[in-house]
């Protein structure tokens, strides 16, 4: 099944746990590979991004390969 970055922006993101995480606002690309390689969060009002890898815009930054399944949701792994 091929998922689009623009399908992708703008989801729910949620931790494989069941949290609320924030809302995926934008996916970095190896531009010389075109592989993905991360995920950026707008993160929920009750989460420390402290706690996470930020990006230069404070957006949660996640490995593109913690992704765990996409559907009405993306579900990323925290382990």
């Given at each position: 099944?091929?998922?689009f970055e623009s399908d992708l922006r703008g989801k ?68």
């Amino acid at each position: 099944m091929k998922v689009f970055e623009s399908d992708l922006r703008g989801k729910t993101v949620m931790s494989d746990q069941g949290g609320y995480l924030g809302v995926l606002r934008n996916i970095s690309a190896n531009v010389e590979t075109g592989d993905l390689v991360s995920i950026h969060v707008e993160a929920a009002q009750d989460i420390d991004t402290r706690l996470y890898p930020t990006d230069d815009s404070g957006r949660i930054t996640f490995p593109f390969q913690s992704i765990r399944a996409v559907r009405d949701v993306v579900v990323v792994g925290m382990s």
